[in-house]
């Protein structure tokens, strides 16, 4: 068997537990480091699977990618996860693409619905700002559970020259705030169990740029302090951080340990986030993320890549099958799934299923458009829109 074939069926076993699954954005002001630290974690994907030596496996897929020069930015990106020391079971890390800017068509909202966790990058040196504010009540709308991540700390060292005190100030300071938001705009869930904490390990600090990111329980492990950092950028070594804390392995940890797995989220999103009656059989096969369900798919954005529309929704009932039948709620009209992929690494792999709880990339439906939802034929009439019907058609982007 192919490496390619052996790491598919890998990955499709890893979509039939939940457990293993989670759906993750990140998010942030502009400029305060979300595309920089998609890149850091693209980029070492192929390290994700470390454990598994001598096979490069996602590896294999950047370098075929980056010789055949496909932008890698426009869409859904999966990753491979282990705990290097715990015996667990591996992990499946669905990477949604969000919009790069502010929006507010519902744009982030759509991708937003598709995560149950997001990553707030906050830049340390600007600390939590009014669009920090937009995009974590955005979230926190969604049911969406936050992490934080403090970015951009080699400038405290490098730029602004702060002493220990002031940094742990600065830190503070951005972590109250940022609780401050989810108590303001948070629900009972939220004001209760996610309120961000450096000591449990929800507060990533890092500098995406260079690679390296940590949270403090790692600082103990490697009886290290903040002084560390600012020793190797005071003596010029600081390259070597990214070997000791890669930015990477700290922000998937906190992401498996911190972000529910979609079976969990579903149980308490549905009410917020789908507009039919959460009692009737397709609202409870929902909350329990039921793959022998019926089918419901909401739909995030749909593009055009490599001359085929493809648009990528997040399943959260039944189970997709290739050629099934389906029922497009807001056109009012009939389909059927021709083309059915999953994401590996951050291209697309054919499939034959995919099962409740997973993200899956749709070809082949001409009246698809963003936000749509995708019902199985035989409930029609239980079915109800993620989001209502918009008469302002959009554009679809075409990205390679
Ligand atoms: P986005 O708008 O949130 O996607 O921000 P970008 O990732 O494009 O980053 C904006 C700018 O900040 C770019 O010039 C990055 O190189 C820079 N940047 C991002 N992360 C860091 C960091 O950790 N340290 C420093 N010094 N610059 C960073």
Request: some cysteine; proline content about 3%; overall charge neutral.
């Amino acid at each position: 068997m192919s490496r390619r074939t052996k790491m598919t069926e890998d990955i499709l076993k890893m979509m039939e537990n939940p457990k293993q699954i989670r759906n993750l954005a990140l998010i942030g002001h502009i400029d305060h480091g979300k595309t920089t630290l998609s890149d850091s974690l693209l980029a070492e994907a192929g390290l994700l699977a470390e454990s598994l030596a001598g096979e490069a496996r996602v590896l294999d897929y950047l370098e075929e990618e980056q010789r055949r020069g496909i932008t890698i930015k426009s869409a859904n990106i999966s990753l491979y996860y282990e705990h290097s020391l715990e015996k667990s079971l591996p992990f499946l890390i669905n990477l949604i693409d969000t919009p790069g800017h502010l929006d507010f068509s519902g744009k982030v909202t759509r991708a937003l619905r598709m995560a149950d966790g997001v990553i707030v990058i906050v830049d340390s040196v600007e600390e939590v700002s009014s669009q920090t504010e937009t995009v974590v009540r955005q979230a926190l709308d969604e049911a969406v559970r936050p992490i934080l991540f403090i970015n951009k700390i080699d400038r405290l060292f490098k730029e602004l020259k702060l002493d220990m005190e002031e940094i742990k100030e600065k830190f503070s300071r951005i972590i109250q705030d940022f609780n401050k938001l989810i108590f303001m705009y948070g629900d009972e869930l939220a004001k209760s169990n996610w309120m961000v904490s450096a000591e449990l390990g929800s507060v990533i600090f890092g500098s995406a740029l260079h690679r390296w990111g940590f949270v403090i329980s790692d600082l103990k492990t490697k009886n290290h302090s903040l002084q560390y950092f600012e020793n190797k950028y005071q003596d010029g070594t600081y390259k070597e951080i990214s070997s000791l804390y890669p930015v990477w392995k700290s922000v998937l940890a906190a992401v498996v340990q911190f972000v529910p797995d979609p079976a969990q989220a579903q149980s308490y999103r549905t009410q917020t986030i789908w507009s039919g009656d959460i009692e009737t059989e397709i609202g409870k096969a929902i909350q329990k993320c039921d793959p022998t369900g019926p089918l419901v798919i909401g739909m995030g954005k749909v593009q055009k890549i490599k001359n085929r529309l493809i648009g990528t929704g997040r399943i959260f009932s039944g189970t997709l099958k290739r050629g099934q039948h389906a029922w497009l709620v807001n056109d009012g009209s009939k389909t059927s799934v021709n083309q059915l992929s999953i994401f590996m690494g951050s291209r697309m792999e054919t499939v034959i299923e995919i099962p409740a709880g997973n993200i899956a990339a749709i070809g082949g439906i001409k009246k698809i458009s963003s936000g749509e939802t995708i019902f199985d034929i035989k409930n029609i009439d239980e079915a109800k829109p993620f989001e209502a019907v918009k008469y302002v058609s959009e554009p679809v982007v075409t990205v390679a």
